[in-house]
């Protein structure tokens, strides 16, 4: 197929030329009600926010270009099928999570996954069986799941309905996918893949494989994160004989708005466009730019740029950490003061989103090398401390199921009288991002040492004022 096409745009583009008077909504009226404060910025856009008329086709019920764009999706990506996302990844986990479990069923799942996919458990009222993350020392981030503790899960819970992992990480760090894949679907069990970092990795040979590519049988990419698509613009990728197409479609119906936005989806199909003409000789040139930002990078005195293992790892991705007094947070922030945002910061780190550019395209890398070398003179180096540990059982299930909590009074507990009783809410330390503890999980003396190390190295956790001022939500006994 010609991935030059962009059948989508082009039709809407084309309506939009033809100055239709509108007596439908939206109520900006093709951007007629678009007078005052932003008119200037939004006029042009709203020309394009359209909605289900004629030629135009339904996101729902698509017999039109919507279906020939996600046709264009589909053999890009090498899949019977593939779905645009107007409600971002969390909608498609939400959709691949409740497509592949029903209420009371096993569903074996990474322990530093996304909220939606914990969401999505919550709503098939389905059971979480949790399989702890490989912990990087040296960057002090957790990354994926090894085949061993896969392994021991399926061999503890072989009726499981499904595996759901997330690859590649928010660094950019891989696994070996391929053979948890490979041993899931020799037991039966369909593997749910939350890409959403990696809509980009099938544009070249030196990225790493995408989980479309080793076989996964749901795929979601936040397209909106590495391809040139608006925020909230996603990809859902449907590759499986153990799943029905039927009951993905359904849940998606379901989940995503009736209102969906024609801007996300116009941008989704010039997305897919962008990455399928994206060549050899784009990547190369890519590749030589990433090259020698990192080089440069490493010459800056007070930063030391991460390698991934193996150096196989998302090359988009590019994570510098702070050697000298600052932060990670303090170091986001004096990059801020020039003007450049990173993607984000932790207490040692931060993280660079590069673009995916192409050989003719340029960017001002530069800019973050000079206010580098410039601001981190007046900074010595930092007495090295560790990095705050994370440890947990391999394969770790809930004490009280979902149901069972509902019926449950919560009440608050000292953390030194909280061992052997049940957790009530989720505890995430930041660093490293690993929910410690969810609700209907028994708490563990470790656990209580964990969270009280994670304190006094300064850590903060989501939602957890109360943790900080050491007490716990438990549920009351029956």
Not at 100 to 110: D, I, P, R, Y
Not at 181 to 201: C, K, M, R, S
Not at 248 to 276: E, H, N, W
Request: glycine share 8%.
């Amino acid at each position: 197929m010609n991935h030059e096409q962009t059948p989508f745009w082009d039709q809407l583009k084309k309506h939009a030329s033809h100055q239709p008077v509108s007596f439908h909504v939206p109520g900006h009226k093709n951007g007629h009600l678009s007078g005052g404060e932003g008119a200037e910025y939004f006029k042009d856009i709203l020309k394009l926010d359209a909605t289900e008329l004629s030629g135009l086709d339904d996101l729902h019920s698509p017999e039109g270009v919507i279906l020939e764009a996600q046709k264009l999706l589909a053999d890009l990506y090498g899949v019977p099928k593939s779905f645009f996302l107007v409600n971002g990844s969390t909608s498609g986990n939400l959709a691949m999570v409740m497509s592949a479990a029903k209420e009371n069923e096993t569903v074996l799942v990474q322990r530093n996954c996304h909220k939606s996919i914990l969401n999505g458990i919550t709503l098939a009222k389905a059971k979480p069986v949790f399989l702890a993350p490989e912990f990087n020392e040296e960057w002090g981030v957790a990354g994926g799941v090894a085949l061993e503790t896969v392994k021991e899960a399926i061999r503890q819970n072989p009726e499981a309905k499904a595996l759901v992992l997330t690859y590649p990480n928010y660094y950019g760090m891989v696994f070996d996918l391929e053979s948890i894949i490979e041993y899931a679907h020799n037991h039966g069990i369909p593997v749910l893949v939350d890409e959403a970092h990696g809509a980009h990795l099938i544009g070249g040979k030196d990225f790493p494989a995408s989980a479309v590519q080793l076989q996964a049988d749901l795929v979601v990419q936040s397209a909106h994160k590495t391809l040139p698509a608006m925020t909230m613009g996603a990809y859902l990728h449907f590759n499986s004989h153990l799943i029905k197409e039927e009951r993905v479609s359904k849940f998606l119906g379901v989940l995503q708005s009736s209102s969906p936005s024609y801007l996300i989806m116009a941008s989704l199909d010039l997305a897919r466009a962008y990455l399928g003409s994206f060549s050899a000789k784009d990547e190369e040139v890519l590749l030589e730019k990433i090259r020698q930002f990192r080089k440069k990078l490493s010459k800056v005195t007070g930063i030391k740029v991460l390698n991934f293992e193996h150096q196989n790892g998302d090359p988009l991705k590019v994570t510098i950490q702070s050697e000298t007094v600052l932060s990670g947070f303090e170091l986001q922030i004096l990059l801020e003061k020039h003007g450049i945002f990173t993607e984000m910061a932790d207490p040692d780190n931060v993280l660079f989103v590069l673009p995916l550019l192409k050989k003719d395209m340029d960017y001002p890398l530069e800019r973050v090398i000079h206010c580098l070398e410039e601001e981190l003179k007046s900074y010595g180096p930092a007495d090295r401390h560790d990095k705050i540990p994370f440890s947990k059982r391999p394969v770790s299930g809930l004490a009280l199921e979902q149901k069972e909590q509902e019926r449950r009074a919560i009440k608050t507990v000292a953390l030194e009288e909280a061992a052997g009783k049940i957790c009530a809410q989720q505890v995430t330390p930041y660093p490293p991002g690993i929910p410690l503890l969810f609700p209907g999980e028994i708490i563990e003396g470790e656990d209580i040492a964990n969270i009280r190390f994670q304190i006094m190295a300064g850590a903060r956790f989501q939602s957890g004022e109360n943790i900080k001022r050491g007490s716990i939500h438990v549920y009351q006994d029956v």
